[in-house]
């Protein structure tokens, strides 16, 4: 029974690693685009180094959030775990 299971939570597992593979780019991609836009603009009126610091935080949020969306890996991983045990 505990390996029907743990075969389910792995199904479940590669489904949120497929979903997440996918996904982040399709998040990524236009923020990235933004943040090259908004530099440009600035870059033509000399504001370039009081954007770099806003577009740093929004860098580093980006990052944040692409950790915190593989980190929603581990909920099934815990699960497979204390299956296992």
């Known amino acids: 029974m505990a390996e029907k299971k743990i ?3 792995e199904i479940g597992y590669t489904k949120v ?8 780019p ?3 991609t236009p923020v990235v685009h933004l943040q090259s836009n908004l530099f ?7 504001l370039e180094r009081d954007m770099a610091g ?7 949020k980006l990052s944040q959030l692409e950790y915190e969306l593989n ?10 775990a204390e299956e296992v045990k």
């Open 40 to 46: 440009s603009l600035a870059k033509r009126y000399n």
């Open 7 to 9: 075969a389910e939570l």
């Open 17 to 24: 690693k497929d979903m997440l593979e996918e996904g982040f």
């Open 54 to 60: 806003y577009l740093d935080k929004v860098r580093v």
């Open 71 to 80: 980190e929603c890996q581990s909920v099934f991983e815990d699960a497979i």
């Open 26 to 28: 399709e998040i990524k």
